[in-house]
């Protein structure tokens, strides 16, 4: 019986290399025309960064306009410009930012930390406090509890980020002067070490409240209409029917199917961790690459745009690889082919 046991965990695990293998494949062309279309999508937008040159400088001579198109490579096919930044993007150089004067894939890595440790902390928190609520509002249907935090989410999923941000700016930040009103350390902090990372912690309090609760609001009411299906199931019935403990069959038994459907949450959640949360960056002054995408699309950088949605394409990509993988680990009803 080992040796059969072993049999199947060496085929399963060999499944699941050539199934990561050809999705992986899969990807390539996938890719490929995400990167054709937001091409086409940035060269057709009106405007680019000569023109907004031209404008702030109305003297400019022709001749001027001609050698900045020549340096940009505007002044090319759009075939060919595609053509030589795909050539480069398949070495992952994607260009220089005309804004920031830096190579794209710098500027990522340099901004997309900061998003990450904002999201992370409010992905993770979200998480911890929605999922219990949810089962227990899931297994107390109808009661005080559940009719409170189900207007709580319907609250939570209603108000606008950013009128929530503006309030507690306002409550918060002007008026009680608690928290500060926007960055991410005091200006010009010198500080190190623990200091530091108080200060920061403290500059992250309400930009971090803000995406706590959309997030707490949407995946509570997921997870609770995940359990209700599942609760319902014949095998719970089956279960309660053998004289298990209603917590055994709720935590044991009904939890870990009910949380599957959330794997793809989590799968499809990994760009927003790293793509940075644009309106809640921009309310609070946040430097992370949200806010950056942001000032770059005002600017017209279309070579960091091609470069952080491409990015972020990869990432979703990725995302939609690890939920499906998790699903198979999670739930042995699902084969690989």
């Not at 999705?23 to 057709?44: A, C, E, K, N």
């Not at 040159?53 to 090319?76: H, M, T």
């Not at 409170?148 to 503006?166: D, E, Y």
């Not at 609770?224 to 298990?244: F, H, N, W």
Request: proline share 4%.
């Amino acid at each position: 019986m080992p040796g059969l046991y072993a049999g199947h965990d060496f085929e399963w695990g060999r499944k699941m290399r050539q199934y990561i293998t050809r999705r992986i494949l899969q990807m390539i062309p996938i890719l490929i025309g995400v990167s054709i279309i937001l091409y086409l999508v940035f060269s057709m937008a009106p405007g680019n960064i000569v023109e907004q040159v031209a404008g702030n400088r109305p003297n400019i001579s022709q001749k001027k306009i001609d050698d900045l198109n020549k340096a940009y490579g505007l002044n090319e096919n759009i075939v060919v410009r595609y053509g030589k930044w795909a050539a480069k993007a398949a070495r992952f150089d994607f260009g220089q930012s005309w804004k920031y004067k830096q190579p794209v894939s710098h500027v990522i890595n340099t901004y997309m930390w900061n998003s990450f440790y904002l999201a992370i902390s409010s992905f993770i928190l979200s998480f911890v406090i929605a999922i219990p609520i949810g089962v227990v509002s899931a297994t107390k249907q109808y009661s005080i509890f559940d009719q409170v935090f189900t207007i709580f989410a319907l609250i939570g999923i209603s108000i606008p980020t950013f009128f929530f941000g503006l309030l507690l700016i306002k409550w918060l930040a002007v008026d009680l002067k608690i928290f500060p009103v926007s960055g991410m350390e005091a200006i010009g902090s010198a500080k190190h070490g623990i200091a530091r990372t108080l200060d920061v912690l403290h500059h992250m309090f309400l930009p971090l409240l803000v995406l706590t609760l959309g997030g707490v609001a949407g995946y509570m009411r997921f997870s609770r209409t995940s359990m209700l299906e599942v609760i319902r199931q014949d095998y719970v019935r089956t279960a309660r029917a053998k004289g298990l403990s209603e917590k055994v069959v709720i935590y044991k038994h009904a939890l870990r199917n009910g949380l599957i459907p959330i794997i793809t949450i989590i799968g499809l959640g990994l760009s927003g961790l790293f793509g940075g949360a644009i309106m809640t960056e921009s309310i609070f002054k946040w430097p992370g690459i949200g806010t950056v995408a942001l000032n770059a699309l005002n600017s017209r950088d279309y070579p960091f745009l091609m470069g952080f949605n491409m990015f972020i394409a990869v990432l979703t990509l990725l995302g939609n690889l690890i939920a499906d993988i998790t699903y198979a680990l999670v739930d042995p009803r699902v084969r690989l082919k």
